[in-house]
């Protein structure tokens, strides 16, 4: 076995410097090849110290795919990111640990071993860890991603404390991820101002990731995993400090605590259209109940978010409009718009319950003109959906109380200031 590993480290350093040598690529796809069944067979009997050294192979393989990359003459972050998608492509190596990874996951979880689990989850929070230190996105991506594979297959289990187990050690090293790699590079020292962009694309996709992991344990009726994922997402970047203040670092810590509402304004949104079409399902009222307590901005916070999450620009990072409804491949359209404001409406009413009519007036949406053009166009979802709450307050009973319903004239009346304030 240890001939294997130094004979794989010898071909690793070869395929990145001989690529125009067929022959050492077809010997390398036959070595990966078996050290794919070989890391099976550890998976299938348990044997960590062998799941260990066949993963160092793997990372082998990536740093060996970086230390090319920065020699080949790349000036720039910007270039180099540039020339690793050109050559991502055509990077075998890379894609055949992606493709193999995701079968060693299902394996591991078939075991029902939280060491073996864990060992093998190991590589990929490695990976995402190193790509970090890197500042590769693409590597990132392509491992980060395997949080919300591993969770998949746990989801489909009977078996609670196995979720459960697969739930907080993905909780576990997002945060590790997160605290004592992203913020600790950002705290460094090193990180110009222009490589920030890095940093916040990184915790953009971890969010992403995040959502992930929240729609499918909706989609699972998995409740204890949703408020594990959904504490995680609280968590995160919660005290988020940047030792370098600057004008930069000041933006991007907005910016995440944007992401982070609209991330909760989007599952949110998924799970009330849900209950509206199923008013009286305790667990989908459950799971509302987890999301709605976990965002709570004020009025005219989340009039901002609303407006920010109907963007195209924000529907297309979250992927809102390909979300499926049954968890599986087949993709249906989410009809974000409508269901965006369905939430924005809901929320809305339950805030303006809490005030006296006269002093409703007071509160201040976000004014803008995209607002303005919503109240001033009849056929707009947020007046179509207002005014039938307004003629039938009862068709959405007992989703919101009737204290709520009817601060619906209230509600438009104030949106309806956007007007005169963008005139």
């Not at 099976?40 to 993963?55: G, K, L, P, V």
């Not at 399902?281 to 999301?291: A, R, V, W």
């Not at 006296?356 to 979802?381: H, M, Q, T």
Request: glycine fraction near 2%.
């Amino acid at each position: 076995n240890q001939a294997t590993i130094e004979k794989l480290r010898t071909l690793t350093n070869k395929s990145f410097t001989i690529k125009n040598v067929e022959d050492s690529s077809e010997e390398i796809e036959r070595e990966i090849a078996g050290l794919s069944e070989w890391f099976t067979e550890a998976i299938r009997n348990r044997h960590i110290s062998i799941i260990n050294d066949i993963e160092k192979i793997y990372i082998t393989f990536i740093e060996a795919f970086w230390k090319h990359i920065f020699r080949y003459g790349a000036e720039t972050y910007g270039s180099i990111l540039h020339e690793k998608s050109s050559f991502l492509s055509e990077l075998q190596e890379v894609q055949w640990i992606s493709r193999d990874y995701r079968r060693f996951l299902k394996e591991a979880v078939e075991t029902k071993d939280s060491e073996v689990i864990d060992s093998v989850f190991y590589l990929s929070v490695e990976l995402a860890r190193l790509s970090v230190k890197n500042k590769d996105e693409i590597i990132f991506r392509e491992f980060m991603q395997f949080s919300g594979y591993l969770y998949e297959y746990a989801s489909k289990s009977q078996d609670k404390t196995l979720r459960n187990f697969i739930a907080n050690i993905i909780r576990y090293h997002i945060k590790e991820l997160v605290n004592f790699d992203i913020i600790c590079e950002i705290n460094s020292g090193t990180v110009k101002e222009n490589e920030l962009n890095f940093c916040k694309n990184f915790i953009i996709y971890i969010l992403y990731e995040l959502q992930r992991l929240l729609k499918t344990a909706f989609d699972r009726k998995d409740i204890a995993s949703f408020e594990i994922f959904l504490s995680t997402v609280a968590e995160l970047f919660d005290n988020f400090h940047i030792s370098n203040e600057s004008n930069e670092s000041e933006a991007l810590r907005n910016e995440i605590s944007i992401k982070k509402e609209q991330i909760l304004f989007g599952i949110a949104s998924l799970i009330f259209d849900k209950l509206l079409q199923n008013k009286n399902n305790p667990l989908t009222k459950e799971f509302y109940e987890q999301i709605q307590n976990a965002f709570n901005p004020n009025f005219t916070n989340l009039t901002k978010t609303y407006l920010d999450c109907l963007k195209a620009k924000s529907v297309n990072t979250w992927s809102w409009d390909v979300w499926d409804t049954s968890g599986h491949k087949v993709y249906t359209n989410f009809q974000s718009a409508k269901k965006l404001t369905e939430f924005f409406i809901a929320k809305s009413l339950l805030i303006l319950s809490e005030e006296e009519d006269a002093k409703i007036g007071n509160l201040k949406p976000s004014y803008g003109k995209e607002l303005a053009l919503l109240i001033n166009n009849k056929n707009s979802d947020l007046n179509v959906i207002l005014n039938s709450i307004i003629v039938n307050p009862k068709a959405w009973q007992p989703v919101l109380p009737a204290n709520a319903l009817n601060k619906a004239p209230l509600l438009k009346d104030l949106l309806k200031k956007s007007l005169s304030e963008t005139e």
